[in-house]
Structure formats: C-alpha cells, structure tokens
C-alpha cells in the first residue's frame, strides 16, 4: 500500500499527485499498488481527479509499504515525524516560501530515502533536503493522457476561490481592452463564480493542461501545476501571481518569464 500525503484543500496537490504517480510508473520506479491518499481537500470528491484511489483525512492504521510526501517535507503544520524504520519515504519538492515554512519543522522531522525535485527551490531549502534525504534528485513529469480543450479565443483556468478567478477573469478582458481586441473569453473552473460578467463562456473540465489549436491565448495564476503544464504555450501563456502563505507564486512567475 502506498500513502500519500498531500495536505492543502485545494486542486493543485491533488494534481501534482497524479502527474507523479503516471511518471513514475512509466519510469518503472516504485509506486505501485493500491494508493490511499491522506488529504482534506474537497476536490478528492471529484471522480475526474481520484478515480482509483481510496481518500482519507487520516492517516490508515495499517502500516503502508510505501508513504509520499507532496510539497510540505514535515506536512503543512509540521505535523508529520520520522517514519517507522523500514518504511520507504518518497518527498515531493516543489518551491516553498522556506523563511515561512521552516519554523514548522518538528524537533524529528521525517527522513527520506528519496527526494525529487520537482522546480528550483530557495537554496536554504535544498541545503534541508540535502540534509534529510539519502538521495535527491530531479523529477521531469508526464502527465496522464487528457483530451484538448479546444476553444475559440482565449482561456483563464483557476480552480479558485472565486475572488482571484474573478480577478484573472478581468485581467484578461484589460488585455483585450489594451490590445484592442475582442476575443471569446472561457473560464475553466471547478465552479461558476458569482458575479461572473456577461458574455464569458464557463467550463468545468478537468484536466485542463493540454489547449487545443483554436486556443490564442492562456491565462492563469502561477500555480506550480499551471507554469509547468503549459511551459509548452509559454508564448500564449500569460501568469498573474497571488499571494500564498507557503507558496511563491511570484518568484515562480519571475523565473518562468526569464526563461522564455
């Protein structure tokens, strides 16, 4: 059995999860088996997202074979320590606000037999993987095989809350505006928000990484998920960071435009 945990409530943990699961088993890595993911996410209700999965928001008594940890190396609160010896712990790296993150670590923290890392990360974050981790390496993920979404115009996709989808919504009409232009605008969103202006076409698809040809252009925030899954479209992909607690959004948007 393998243990998953990916704490945070919303659609990007969940997401990751999956996209790592499919890569490493084409890689022939370790992860299969049956997988129970520990997770208080709404979205794991959602069949599209964990078909074949058993969910839970606490951890099963039985000792697990294998336990991955997404994102947060102690989990979100710190809450997680050292694994029972012969239990193989698997982390998943991605950029963290470490200077925030940190003070969280528990006096045992877990160790792990591998880390993968899965963007650049603030180097005194790295130094702590380095630390705890017999072995670190870099992770290129394959998502599982999805349908285009093919549109006319252009596309925003958020999973939410429906202030910041509202707000990518509006910054995507100021583009049209400043560019003279009028596109059809289609949001992909787990949900309608309220207040969602006239004339803007609502989806609720999942997944929502591969754009098809009548896509001019892609409009998200700078989740970890959404910079990766369409480094592919860079040219047609425009970020508007928020603002996260353990997440930096903006740093990730800042190295993304550099590297285009």
Not at 7 to 28: F, K, M
Not at 97 to 123: G, K, N, Q
Not at 177 to 193: K, N
Not at 220 to 246: I, K
């Amino acid at each position: 059995m393998i243990v998953c945990y990916a704490a945070g409530d919303g659609l990007g943990h969940l997401t990751r999860l999956r996209s790592v699961l499919h890569t490493l088993r084409l890689n022939g890595a370790r992860a299969e088996g049956p997988v129970t993911v520990v997770t208080g996410s709404p979205f794991a209700r959602d069949p599209r997202v964990a078909d074949g999965w058993q969910v839970v928001e606490t951890p099963p008594g039985a000792p697990p074979d294998e336990v991955i940890v997404d994102a947060f190396p102690a989990g979100l609160k710190g809450e997680l320590t050292r694994f029972p010896s012969g239990t193989r712990v698997t982390h998943l790296a991605r950029l963290l606000r470490w200077d925030a993150y940190a003070p969280r670590l528990p006096a045992d923290p877990p160790r792990f037999d591998r880390t993968y890392v899965l963007e650049p990360l603030d180097p005194a974050h790295d130094a702590y993987l380095r630390e705890v981790s017999r072995e670190v390496s870099p992770l290129a993920l394959t998502d599982p095989p999805s349908e285009p979404i093919d549109v006319d115009g252009w596309l925003v996709v958020h999973s939410g809350p429906a202030p910041e989808t509202l707000e990518l919504v509006a910054y995507a009409q100021d583009m049209a505006s400043a560019e003279r232009v009028g596109p059809p605008i289609t949001l992909v969103s787990p949900h309608r928000p309220d207040g969602l202006p006239p004339g803007i076409a609502h989806l609720d698809v999942y997944p929502a990484c591969t754009p098809g040809p009548n896509v001019e252009r892609i409009i998200t925030a700078a989740g970890f998920n959404a910079v990766r899954q369409y480094a592919p479209w860079r040219e047609r992909h425009r970020m508007m960071p928020f603002p996260r607690s353990l997440d930096d959004q903006f740093a990730r948007a800042a190295r993304a435009r550099r590297e285009a």
